[in-house]
């Protein structure tokens, strides 16, 4: 059975740091891309990163670039989600998912976790 299950979500103030982990189970890293989306209240789901372990190629969304950083452990099956300087707009249920492109379109995604929640107060 494919899970995804993410962690690391939270209250913090602007200008602070917080580590996302998406933990996978049911399949190996490299049979999918893994995406880091993000929901906030009243807007559509946006892709935020994402990330292939198989040629280690990584996107983001213009708005989280040189303070979000992706990574993946396929030891560990899990897949990070760095995010430095975090800002009010960042609020936002985050959820990653995995699907069969690299790709920040949500539709491109087959499996997706419960979510997490993220705090960012000015």
């Known amino acids: 059975e494919v899970q995804l299950v993410e962690s690391g979500g939270g209250l913090v103030q602007a200008g602070e740091s917080l580590r996302l982990s998406c933990a996978a189970s049911?399949?190996?890293?490299?049979?999918?891309?893994i995406g880091w989306f993000r929901q906030a209240p009243g807007k559509e789901r946006e892709g935020v990163s994402s990330?292939?372990?198989?040629?280690?190629?990584?996107y983001y969304t213009d708005s989280v670039k040189g303070r979000f950083t992706i990574s993946s452990d396929n030891a560990k099956n899990t897949v990070y989600l760095q995010m430095n300087d975090l800002r009010p707009e960042d609020t936002a249920v985050y959820y990653c998912?995995?699907?069969?492109?690299?790709?920040?379109?949500?539709?491109?995604?087959?499996?997706w976790g419960q979510g997490t929640q993220v705090t960012v107060s000015e």
């Open positions: 998912a995995a699907g069969w492109a690299n790709m920040l379109l949500p539709s491109f995604y087959k499996y």
């Open positions: 049911g399949f190996s890293l490299d049979d999918y891309a």
């Open positions: 990330i292939s372990s198989r040629t280690g190629h990584a």
